[in-house]
Nanobody, 119 residues
């Protein structure tokens, strides 16, 4: 099994910053994609950012220029640095990992961490 442990959510004022972390552990042979999704009340879960094993990143248009996703392959950890936060960024943020757990690739999700942007 694979476990994902998230940290770093909380309450922040508009314009502020937060950094999310997600560490993967367990019977992992290899990790392909790591990233973050979010779900606001009454809305569908949406992509925020992903980072490939080679370091290539992909961002939702709404966060480009404000959020930065990165990963530490040695620690099986993915990060999301969120700057210039806006009330529209309020959501539960979920870590996502695609990894090889014998005998196939599998998708795993974190438990979610709440990010609230409010004055």
């Amino acid at each position: 099994q694979v476990q994902l442990v998230e940290s770093g959510g909380g309450l922040v004022q508009p314009g502020g910053s937060l950094r999310l972390s997600c560490a993967a552990s367990g019977s992992i042979f290899s990790i392909n994609l790591m990233g973050w999704y979010r779900q606001a009340p009454g809305k569908q879960r949406e992509l925020v950012a992903t980072v490939s094993s080679g370091g290539n990143t992909n961002y939702a248009d709404s966060v480009k220029g404000r959020f930065t996703a990165s990963r530490d392959n040695a620690k099986n950890t993915v990060y999301l640095q969120m700057n210039s936060l806006e009330p529209g960024d309020t959501a539960v943020y979920y870590c996502y990992v695609r990894c090889y757990v014998f005998p196939t690739w599998r998708d795993y999700w974190g438990q979610g961490t709440q990010v609230t942007v409010s004055s």
